[in-house]
């Protein structure tokens, strides 16, 4: 019996792909066998479905554990996907013929020959395996197997099945089979379909095998069906699902850790599907790009580059301009010697974004076709490009889609990321979202399966699983913001009531002040998305309650590290309690802050940042400001507490540098006890002060410093209260003061109205 046709290809080649379609077409075969995984054979027939659109992948993840997954990709330069869309065209039979996928995964976590994974990527990342296509480049004289595939491959008309079936044959030989003992038994179980596919539809021609060219000589070999069948006894096995998923181009490079990648698939697709002039259509791709992003590109730049190009490639002696020579004409004439725009082009051009698609009736586990539903209800279609949502939560479309946003983020499925909205709007009714989709976002969503049918019910169980599981009260919180923020109404009532028992048993306060922001922001945005919350802001008050009373005795005996932390707690209830309706509350928060202020087994950090809150509140006049800082800075208080009340008071982000800038009295202060701090002290302090100060704006710094160095005005005393420090006349100068109204009158928008001395003020 003579053998079959072997067409030995690397994997998402495009010249392998053109001549299996030709080597196909030559002898019409009656089956073509490919390399694959033998569960997907139901699924070929998807393949000829108007909707599947390259690049796909096979998806086999284990029943039980979807985490367990394997992908198979093709792109449309892909030979395998030429063969499966050949056969359909012709009516051929197609079939599978790699190790199944139920044994491969098994494999993953068993000591076994089978190694560590199913496909390609697992195989090449395997440091003992050689890589075929690097020596044959380095034998032929090239230091680029790219560049050497093209000129022999790409570039050419030619079959090369014989001579890449002989360089194998001669590397094995040379190198053994690369200590893979899952090589070995893949090969013999494709061994095995090949005989059982003969006997089916005859010898020679008739069956036609495409598979990855390292393994033809193992095909070709002669064994015995007894030997193939001993080396796959015993082999574990998984239950396990399969269907087509979309992929996308920047997945099968390379780049991104797949071992059987390429490093262009966007320009292997361009080559593919380039009729004729394939340099000049890719050069009028690249100019259409930089013109998109502002460039000036001519059409004589593109003639230039085509020229300069196909020069390169006379001089180089390839039979064709490459990427190389391409890469080197664009710089050299569309990007004027600059890589910056270099990198755009390679990103979005030689590997590129394309995101594939596949049918609705390929399966699919229910919360799939769910997500899916909604993503086309929605106008919401998953991109392989990172793209900015802007959403109006006023909008029922918009709010639907961040709802649906946040469900998937608590179900594990990163498709969206929150971000700063590009209008700088810190409204609660606008959200924004960075959007890019992921072929391994489809694992995601088959182990999510696991918690419903829907994308709702899914998210749903999980948020009360994780609620009754958490470990802390501050991620129950969380817990319950989300809740609000994913419309998981259902979902509240359990996360309350874990919420409402670990608070009561939780005694630290610290645990209590960064649970209560949570669940305040969480009645904020349960407003703008009309969300029932009266519940929580019972929870929300007595939580706020309890803080009140155990934090003056939590923030007593700190060590600088704890006080740094407490006067996060500090400002994060103070803007909690700020967004709170209810006035009591916000009274007796004050009450607190004077009580911290002005007790002296307080950490001077924290006394410093509740002074400095209650002043901007309005609590705390100038006089009782100046007062509290003479306190803190007297020379009977050590130098270390001083520079960490400073820093409370003038540090943190909060404006303190301008506070300082605009009232001179404090400045006078601060600067009168530095002045004072003797050396030793000094060298301590510095560092604290350093931190402090550095966080001011450049013009701040440099205003206090001329401040500083002006010193007292002459007509008052810097050192007393009742004085006006560093140059403040002691009267109005009503000349000047005149002489802005008009402006003033233009941003009131009451007009210029009279000249400078017009108006009453």
């Known amino acids: 019996m003579t053998g079959p046709l072997l067409l030995g290809v690397?994997?998402?080649?495009?010249?392998?792909?053109?001549?299996?379609?030709?080597?196909?077409?030559?002898?019409?075969?009656?089956?073509?066998?490919?390399?694959?995984?033998?569960?997907?054979?139901?699924?070929?027939?998807?393949?000829?479905?108007?909707?599947?659109?390259?690049?796909?992948?096979?998806?086999?993840?284990?029943?039980?554990?979807?985490?367990k997954s394997a992908f198979w990709p093709f792109a449309e330069f892909s030979p395998e996907w030429v063969a499966i869309r050949w056969a359909l065209e012709h009516k051929a039979q197609v079939r599978f013929i790699d190790l199944p996928a139920a044994h491969s995964l098994a494999l993953r976590d068993a000591e076994s020959p089978g190694g560590e994974g199913p496909d390609e990527e697992a195989r090449?990342?395997?440091?003992?395996?050689?890589?075929?296509?690097?020596?044959?480049?380095?034998?032929?004289?090239?230091?680029?197997?790219?560049?050497?595939?093209?000129?022999?491959?790409?570039?050419?008309?030619?079959?090369a099945f014989a001579a890449l079936g002989e360089a194998m044959g001669a590397l094995r030989d040379s190198y053994g089979d690369g200590g893979h003992g899952r090589d070995l038994v893949r090969e013999a179980y494709m061994r095995l379909q090949?005989?059982?596919?003969?006997?089916?539809?005859?010898?020679?021609?008739?069956?036609?095998?495409?598979?990855?060219?390292?393994?033809v000589p193992a095909l070709r070999r002669k064994t015995t069906v007894g030997a193939d069948r001993a080396l796959l006894k015993g082999l574990p096995k998984a239950k396990?699902?399969?269907?087509?998923?979309?992929?996308?181009?920047?997945?099968?490079?390379?780049?991104?850790?797949?071992?059987?990648?390429?490093?262009?698939?966007?320009?292997?697709?361009?080559?593919?599907?380039?009729?004729?002039?394939?340099?000049?259509?890719?050069?009028?791709?690249?100019?259409?790009?930089?013109?998109?992003?502002?460039?000036?590109?001519?059409?004589?730049?593109?003639?230039?580059?085509?020229?300069?190009?196909?020069?390169?490639?006379?001089?180089?002696?390839?039979?064709?301009?490459?990427?190389?020579?391409?890469?080197?004409?664009?710089?050299?004439?569309?990007?004027?010697?600059?890589?910056?725009?270099?990198?755009?082009?390679?990103?979005?051009?030689?590997?590129?974004?394309?995101?594939?698609?596949?049918?609705?009736?390929?399966?699919?586990?229910?919360?799939?076709?769910?997500?899916?539903?909604?993503?086309?209800?929605?106008?919401?279609?998953?991109?392989?490009?990172?793209?900015?949502?802007?959403?109006?939560?006023?909008?029922?479309?918009?709010?639907?889609?961040?709802?649906?946003?946040?469900?998937?983020?608590?179900?594990?499925?990163?498709?969206?990321?929150?971000?700063r909205s590009a209008r700088g709007s810190t409204g609660t009714f606008r959200e924004s979202w960075r959007l890019r989709w992921e072929p391994e976002l489809s694992v995601r969503v088959a182990e999510a399966g696991v918690w419903g049918t829907t994308v709702l019910a899914a998210a749903t169980a999980k948020v009360e699983s994780d609620a009754i599981g958490a470990s802390a009260l501050a991620d129950v919180t969380a817990l319950a913001e989300h809740c609000l923020l994913a419309g998981l109404a259902d979902a509240l009532?359990?996360?309350?009531?874990?919420?409402?028992?670990?608070?009561?048993?939780?005694?630290?306060?610290g645990h209590l002040a960064q649970a209560l922001p949570a669940l305040v922001r969480a009645l904020r945005y349960g407003d703008v998305r009309g969300t029932d919350t009266a519940a929580l802001a019972g929870v929300a008050a007595g939580l706020?309650?309890?803080?009140?009373?155990?934090?003056?005795?939590?923030?007593?005996?700190?060590?600088?590290?704890?006080?740094?932390?407490?006067?996060?707690?500090?400002?994060?209830?103070?803007?909690?309690?700020?967004?709170?309706?209810?006035?009591?509350?916000?009274?007796?928060?004050?009450?607190?802050?004077?009580?911290?202020?002005g007790r002296d087994s307080v950490a001077g950090v924290i006394r410093g940042r509740c002074a400095r809150i209650l002043l901007d509140e309005g609590e705390l006049t100038d006089d009782d400001t100046a007062r509290l800082m003479s306190l803190a800075l007297s020379p009977g208080t050590p130098p270390g507490e001083a520079a960490a009340w400073i820093e409370g008071f003038v540090g943190g982000g909060s404006g303190g540098g301008l506070l300082l800038v605009h009232?001179?009295?404090?400045?006078?202060?601060?600067?009168?006890?530095?002045?004072?701090?003797?050396?030793?002290?000094?060298?301590?302090?510095?560092?604290?002060?350093?931190?402090?100060?550095?966080?001011?704006?450049?013009?701040?710094?440099?205003?206090?410093?001329?401040?500083?160095?002006?010193?007292?005005?002459?007509?008052?005393?810097?050192?007393?209260?009742?004085?006006?420090?560093?140059?403040?006349?002691?009267?109005?100068?009503?000349?000047?003061?005149?002489?802005v109204l008009p402006v003033v009158r233009l941003l009131l928008g009451a007009g210029a109205g009279a000249g400078a001395g017009g108006g009453d003020g």
């Open 10 to 67: 690397r994997h998402h080649g495009p010249g392998s792909a053109r001549a299996v379609r030709r080597a196909l077409d030559e002898t019409g075969p009656a089956a073509v066998l490919i390399e694959g995984p033998p569960e997907a054979d139901g699924l070929v027939p998807l393949a000829a479905e108007p909707d599947m659109r390259p690049p796909v992948a096979l998806l086999a993840h284990v029943v039980d554990e979807p985490g």
């Open 124 to 159: 090449e990342e395997d440091p003992v395996r050689i890589d075929p296509l690097g020596v044959l480049a380095e034998t032929a004289g090239y230091d680029d197997a790219e560049r050497w595939w093209e000129d022999v491959v790409e570039h050419r008309e030619g079959d």
């Open 194 to 215: 090949i005989r059982a596919a003969q006997r089916e539809f005859g010898s020679g021609d008739e069956v036609a095998v495409v598979c990855g060219a390292w393994h």
């Open 240 to 419: 396990v699902d399969m269907t087509w998923v979309p992929w996308t181009h920047r997945r099968l490079a390379r780049a991104s850790g797949y071992g059987a990648g390429i490093e262009s698939p966007g320009w292997y697709g361009h080559l593919f599907s380039a009729p004729d002039r394939p340099v000049e259509r890719w050069l009028t791709k690249v100019a259409g790009l930089l013109r998109a992003e502002d460039r000036i590109v001519s059409s004589a730049h593109v003639i230039e580059a085509v020229r300069l190009a196909e020069t390169l490639a006379v001089m180089r002696g390839r039979p064709l301009a490459g990427l190389t020579e391409t890469v080197d004409a664009v710089r050299a004439v569309l990007c004027e010697g600059s890589d910056v725009p270099l990198a755009l082009i390679h990103d979005r051009l030689v590997v590129g974004d394309d995101l594939g698609e596949v049918p609705r009736s390929a399966p699919a586990v229910p919360l799939q076709r769910d997500l899916a539903k909604q993503q086309r209800s929605l106008r919401l279609k998953p991109a392989a490009l990172e793209k900015e949502l802007d959403l109006d939560l006023r909008g029922d479309t918009d709010a639907a889609r961040s709802r649906l946003l946040h469900r998937l983020r608590l179900l594990g499925i990163a498709w969206g990321e929150p971000a």
């Open 493 to 509: 009532p359990t996360v309350m009531r874990v919420l409402a028992d670990r608070a009561a048993l939780d005694a630290d306060v």
């Open 544 to 597: 706020a309650e309890r803080v009140f009373v155990g934090l003056p005795p939590a923030c007593a005996g700190l060590d600088a590290d704890a006080a740094v932390d407490m006067r996060g707690h500090v400002d994060g209830v103070h803007g909690a309690v700020a967004l709170l309706e209810d006035a009591g509350l916000r009274d007796r928060w004050r009450a607190v802050l004077r009580t911290l202020a």
């Open 663 to 739: 009232d001179e009295r404090l400045l006078a202060l601060v600067d009168g006890w530095l002045t004072g701090v003797s050396g030793d002290a000094f060298t301590d302090v510095l560092p604290l002060l350093r931190r402090t100060f550095s966080a001011y704006e450049p013009g701040v710094r440099r205003s206090l410093g001329e401040l500083v160095r002006r010193g007292p005005g002459v007509s008052g005393s810097a050192s007393t209260a009742g004085g006006l420090p560093f140059g403040f006349a002691a009267d109005l100068d009503e000349p000047r003061a005149d002489a």
